[in-house]
Every structure is written in C-alpha cells, then in structure tokens.
C-alpha cells in the first residue's frame, strides 16, 4: 500500500464525518451549514470519486486494513449460503400453484439466467476496484454521491428489516425440525403492546447476536463456518430432491389432480404462467450481490470474483431446477400446498411424515447462511459509507486486530437484534425485494455508463448519447411491463404489443452499438456481449420491479424519503467539510500488498 494513500498521523478521523468541526463545530456552525445547503447539494450531490481514490485514501480511513484470506472456494460458500434461505421452500410452492405449474422448473432456469447477467455487472466493478463498499462504491464512482447514498441506504434498511424477519422466522422452522409449535411455546406474549409488536422472540435475538460475534471475530472463521452449514444444508436439499425422484411419479408432470377444473400439459398456463412464476422466483435467488461486498478481503480478485460469483449462481441454480422437478412429480401441480410445498407432499403419505422434520432442519440451517452472509454484506456496506464522509467515520473503522468492520457489523447487529426482538415482520418472501432489485438495475446502467462515458478516467467523452440510451432503453423495457400487466386478455393484442417493446428494445440497443464507441476497456475483467448484457439485465430488473406489489413501492418510497432527508440534514454537510479539509481527493489507484492478481 502506497504509504501517500494514508491520512496524516495527526488526521482527527471524527472530523472526516464533519463530526469534530466545521458544519457541526456548534448550533451557530450548524445553521448556517443549513442555510448554505440548496448549493452544498448541488455542489456534491454529482460528485463522483475516482476509483484510485476508492481503493487507496478512502479506504485508508478505516485504519486498518482488512485481511486479503478468501479465495474463489470461499466466495462460493458465501454465495450458496446468501442464496439458499428459507425463501425457495415459500416461493416453489406459490410460483408452480398460482402460475407455472410443472413449468416452474423452467421459470427457475429463467431467473437463473436474470441472475447471472445481474453478477457480471457485479463483477466487472468487483474486479476492477475490489473495495467492500459493493454497489455503494460501484455507484459513487460513476453517478455520484447522492446515488451512491440513497441506493446505499435503502439496501441496508432492506437487509436490516429482512434479517429480522428471516430470524424470527427461524424460530418457526427450528420448531418444525424438533416437532414444536415454536410460535406459541417458544415467543412470549407482551399484554398491552399492539397486534404485531406483542411476540417476544428471544430465540431470534441470540441468533443475530451469535452471528454478530461470529462476524466481528474474523471474515474466514466465519467463512468456514458458512462453508459447513452450507454443505449440511445442501445436503439437506440433495436428500429432498432424491425423496423426490424416488417417491415421485413422472405423470405428475402433465396431469393435474382435477382435470375438470384445471388445465393439463407441463405448462398448463403458456409462456405468461412460465415468466410469471419466474419473476417470482427470482426472489429466492437474492443474495450473491452480498458476496461482491467481499472483494476487499478476497486474495486475488481477478480470478477469485468472476468463478465464486458467477459459480455459485450457476450451482444454485441446478439445485432450485432440481428441487422444482422433485416437487412436481410428487404432486400434481393443483395439489401442492402453496404455503408448504415441500413438508405438504410428504405430510400425506404414509410412513412419511418424519420427511417434514427433516425439511424444518434443513430449512433452519438455510436461515443461518443466509443471515451470516447478509449481517457480513451489511457491515461493508455501512463500513464504506461510513469513509466516504456520508456518514459518521467511527462506522468505518477496522478492527486492527480482527481485521474486520467491528463498529459497523456490532451497530447493525444491535439494530436488528432490536428489531426481531419484538417486531413480526411477514416479509419472507420478498428477503430483500425492491430495495436490492432497484440497485441490480443501478449497477447495471452504471456499467454501460462506465464502458462508454469514462468520466473518472480524465479522458470523459459526452455523457448526453449514453444517458439517451440510457432512459430511452428503460423506457421501451417499462412499456413492456405495463403492456405484459395491462393489455387486454386477447392474445393477439397483447403478442402484437409485447412483440412491438422486443423489437423496439432490440433497435434501440443494437443502433447505440453502432453509433457510440466505448471509452473504456477493463484491464482485468469485463462483462462479455457489451451492451446487449448489461442491457437484458435493465431490462429484465425492470420487468421483475413492475412484479412486485404496491405495499413494496410505499416502503420503498418511505425509506427513500427518509434517506433524503438524512442527506439534506446530516450527510451532504459532512461530505462538504471532508472536501474542504482535503480529505476527497482524487488519487491513483494503488494496491496493497496482500492482493494478488
């Protein structure tokens, strides 16, 4: 690490928040901070960081540096456990019930395909900048800050609140495992709170709290931990889908229950049951962008990046095809429990109920993954927002001796802990939902943006063509959702309409191909077909956004609110005085020793 990149010995880190002076000296200092904030917004909101700058004096603001110990087998691990939740055992059942029928094996390999192009976005700014601000960073250093703050913010308020309910959760399924009605004997009842904040749920609570420490305690024990949960639980769900196969009847496939009542064949709904189911299942598949958090601590990025992430979608993505077929040919597809899917087919057969055990153990072990591999996402995340002077600086600091984000990962802890402690929130479908799915589509413009704009590089071209593109494309893949949800019930109005978005979609991007050169060649790592990748990415994020339900949209909107306003009084305050004591700068970008190509 190029010693140039470190703050000055005598360097106040409180002051790089604005907490230890200028805006925030005093009440006096504060208001006319307030005063000055129309210009300080628009001075900083657009201010984007170079990637030199990421990589060596923004990330020298945590101290210390954080351990360069995980390798490609490592990234894998965390992507299975992020991915492989509780969350495939819920959405299996609905999406084949209510939309895909046996085609939801096909509805999978769909949302696998989503996912994958959504990870090679992830992994060209991974591999070039490898810092664990994720998306945050990826953000910043093209779009700016205010971009970069109100993704940021929105993703870890999502991560926070699913992480409480995926703990609460766990004390259901735990329950199941060992033949208890856990809601009810193991959640104690608080008389005089409201409905919904009157469950005490201590087993959550020592859940979060034996993760936090865990994650505090050291990135690779915690990978190894990951490592062996997760290769329990797949063994779990190797187990179920065998059960499956072997107990299964391959007739279940085409013939439904009640033939009279509904429609036969292995896509009993067409293709719009088959895409429908797959916007629901996507959902389960929300998890590996928590692995790119890692990059910072991964030994060497340009090869570990591209095969844990990439791999490990690709490996879930067999598993949940697999599980899919299993559950199909237990049951014909109008018999399956869409609440229950797997524990139900078992349920009624005789000498099978014990199988229903087996799925609650197997289901809690996915709980735990998950919540490591999000709590270890989330703590980077604050971690980088915590340098870059958005928010205050004791958030970014690593523990010299753990070399881990102890104050991020023990604050965020604490916060969940609180919230699962007495909140029943019913979110486990949608883990992560709007907030993650806003950022796959932010990343995956910012990609394009980088590719043919350049601008942090010094040599920046006309950003006009590309922001055209840009909103022109969002535009035609926005029109196809509404069509896809709106049109009239006739096939031929509808297929004419969808038909008309595609071909328009496929001009506009294949005329922005021919017309604007890119400005930019990763040295490392880059995502292969540009633009057509990134551009079915924005497209089908999009398309999966206009899937989810209004109550997604309030919250989102709530949340974004909220993060505006943080802004506006706290953080462009802060940001401003870290620029006027030299502390954003730009830089070149500089390795440290740890990290190997």
């Known amino acids: 690490m190029d010693k140039a990149a470190l703050p000055p010995s005598g360097t106040d880190h409180g002051a790089m928040s604005g907490g230890g002076g200028g805006s925030f000296a005093s009440f006096r200092a504060y208001g006319r901070a307030l005063a000055q904030t129309p210009r300080r917004v628009a001075r900083r909101a657009c201010a984007a960081t170079a990637p030199g700058e990421e990589m060596s004096g923004v990330r020298a ?14 990234l894998v691990g965390l992507g299975l456990g992020g991915m492989v939740g509780a969350g495939v055992f819920v959405t299996t059942g609905r999406a084949t019930r209510l939309y895909a029928g046996p085609g939801v094996v096909v509805s999978y390999a769909i949302a696998g395909l989503c996912a994958l192009l959504s990870a090679f976005c992830y992994t060209e700014f991974a591999v070039d900048m490898p810092v664990a601000g994720g998306a945050f960073s990826y953000l910043r250093v093209t779009f700016g800050e205010f971009a970069a703050f109100l993704t940021g913010a929105n993703l870890i308020m999502e991560y926070v609140f699913s992480n409480a309910a995926v ?10 495992a060992v033949g208890v009605d856990a809601p009810s004997k193991w959640r104690i009842p608080v008389p005089g709170l409201p409905e919904g904040f009157n469950q005490v749920d201590l087993v959550a609570v020592g859940v979060i709290l034996l993760i936090s420490v865990c994650i505090c305690y ?3 024990e915690s990978s190894l931990v990951n490592m062996v949960l997760t290769a329990v639980h797949v063994a779990f769900i190797l187990f179920i889908i065998v059960i499956g196969f072997v107990h299964g009847d391959a007739r279940n496939l085409t013939r439904p229950a009640d033939p009279s009542q509904n429609p036969g064949g292995f896509f009993p709904h067409g293709a719009m049951g088959v895409f429908n189911g797959a916007a629901m299942v996507y959902l389960s598949y929300i998890g590996y962008d928590a692995v790119s958090t890692m990059a910072e601590e991964v030994e060497r990025p340009a090869r570990d990046i591209p095969i844990g992430v990439s791999g490990s979608v690709v490996v879930v993505t067999a ?3 697999l599980m899919a077929a299993s559950m199909s040919m237990l049951l014909p597809y109008d018999a399956i429990d869409p609440e229950a899917p797997f524990s139900g087919a078992f349920r009624g057969r005789k000498g099978m109920a014990w199988v229903s055990n087996v799925i609650g153990a197997g289901a809690s072990l996915g709980i735990l993954t998950s919540l490591m591999v999000a709590m270890l996402g989330q703590a980077r995340y604050l971690c980088v927002i915590g340098r870059s002077g958005v928010m205050p600086a004791w958030l970014a600091r690593v523990n010299p001796r753990t070399a881990t984000p102890v104050n991020a990962s023990a604050f965020l802890g604490l ?18 939902c709007i907030g993650t799915l806003f950022v796959f589509y932010m990343v995956a413009n910012a990609v394009v943006y980088r590719r043919y704009v350049g601008a942090e590089l010094g040599r920046a071209r006309s950003a006009w063509p590309t922001l055209a593109f840009l909103a022109a494309f969002s535009l035609v893949a926005l029109s196809f959702t509404l069509v896809w949800k709106l049109a009239p019930p006739e096939r031929g109005v509808r297929t004419g309409l969808l038909a008309a978005c595609a071909a328009l979609a496929v001009a506009t991007v294949a005329a922005f191909q021919a017309l604007v ?3 930019h060649a990763p040295e490392l790592w880059g995502v292969p077909g540009m ?22 949209y309030i919250r989102f909107g709530f949340f974004s609110v909220a993060a505006l306003l943080v802004y506006v009084l706290y953080s462009v305050h802060a940001s401003y005085d870290a620029e006027e004591s030299g502390l954003d700068g730009g830089g070149a970008k500089v390795q440290d020793e740890a990290c190997t190509v």
């Open 319 to 321: 598993l949940y095809c």
């Open 517 to 519: 050169p890119q400005a």
């Open 415 to 432: 916060f969940t802990a609180a919230l699962a402690l007495f909140t029943e929130l019913d979110i486990l479908l949608n883990l992560v």
């Open 167 to 176: 703990a609460r959760s766990f004390t259901a399924y735990l329950g199941t």
């Open 531 to 552: 633009p057509w990748v990134p551009a079915a990415s924005v497209f089908l994020n999009v398309f999966l956004l206009g899937s989810l339900d209004r109550p997604s």
């Open 218 to 220: 050291s990135t690779k």
């Open 61 to 74: 603001r945590s101290g210390a540096h954080m351990a360069r110990a995980l390798r490609w087998w490592d």
